[in-house]
């Protein structure tokens, strides 16, 4: 079992109707027919929603993904049209509302790898095979891998994990055509913001990344881009495979609820607790440092 540990109740906004509560944002749809997605500050572990908020993270994962789609515009279009606050918004949706696209969705996680960690490195340890993709044998923890690889998962319900798939599978779902331009979409996006990252001292060991198609049968960049909530990134100076790698995310919030200082024990079916004012402190500065390094201005 998992999920909200308190599902908040949305906003009700005049002109917008309310159509889903993600693990992050909500989404609404304007009297033009445009989503508005607002991004709370919310926070996801484990598959749990927690219910402690990190301040100003709806606004960092927001700010950076429209700074990381100004730097893709010449590869993939993007779903954004306006960051302007419908009317009757309330204030504090301000630097964390977009107006995009409705797009139709495809539902496949686009995942890219360029380093060997988490699923990809489980998956890796037993078969020596990442969604079916052949390794090298000698890989560890941390590994950069001999070129980026493209590792489709299926979305999940929040509350479930999204499942790895084959390339193969993801063909057959969907169609040959679409996974291809998916896998050339995903990898070359990824490599883009892997060589800025790396010029900025941050390894970009893996990302994920949603699509759709426009009214023309366009594929278009949607939902968020290359932030600390949709890929790990790593700070290159102290990079050393072999082991778990500090990173600019939520490791410190992971780190705390599997310790004993939290009390919780992830088999059970309990929900976690409140995270303690220096785990949520900690978390919100790593955002802002991640946005800082990557975009080279100050978080406002």
Not at 69 to 80: E, G, K, M, R, T
Not at 166 to 188: D, F, K, N, P
Request: charged letters at 25%; a negative charge; glycine letters at 8%.
């Amino acid at each position: 079992m998992s999920g909200f540990v308190e599902k908040p109740e949305p906003l009700q906004v005049p002109g917008l109707v309310h159509l889903h509560t993600g693990k992050v944002r909500e989404l609404y749809q304007n009297e033009a027919g445009d989503l508005v997605m607002v991004a709370s500050d919310r926070l996801s572990a484990y598959d749990w929603v927690l219910p402690t908020e990190i301040p100003d993270k709806g606004r960092v994962l927001t700010q950076l993904s429209l700074w990381w789609f100004d730097q893709l515009a010449d590869l993939i279009p993007n779903h954004v049209l306006s960051t302007e606050l419908p009317a009757g918004a309330p204030a504090d949706w301000e630097g964390r509302t977009l107006v995009c696209e409705s797009l139709k969705m495809i539902p496949v996680e686009c995942v890219a790898r360029g380093y060997l960690t988490g699923s990809g490195l489980a998956e890796y340890q037993e078969t020596r095979t990442v969604c079916g993709l052949a390794l090298p044998e000698g890989l560890t923890d941390g590994s950069e891998l001999p070129a980026p690889i493209f590792t489709p998962a299926t979305k999940a319900a929040v509350g479930d994990h999204d499942e790895n798939v084959s390339y193969e599978e993801v063909a057959r779902q969907i169609g040959a055509e679409t996974a291809a331009q998916l896998r050339q979409a995903t990898l070359a996006v990824y490599t883009r913001g892997r060589d800025i990252a790396r010029d900025r001292g941050i390894i970009l060991a893996d990302t994920k990344f949603e699509f759709g198609f426009d009214e023309d049968g366009g594929l278009v960049l949607a939902d968020e881009v290359l932030t600390p909530d949709s890929s790990r990134f790593w700070p290159a100076a102290v990079w050393e495979p072999g082991r778990a790698q500090p990173s600019y995310d939520k490791q410190y919030v992971r780190d705390w609820l599997t310790s004993p200082a939290s009390g919780w024990d992830r088999r059970s079916e309990q929900p976690p607790p409140p995270l303690p004012e220096e785990i949520v402190a900690a978390t919100r500065a790593k955002y802002i440092e991640a946005y800082e390094l990557l975009t080279g201005t100050s978080w406002q």
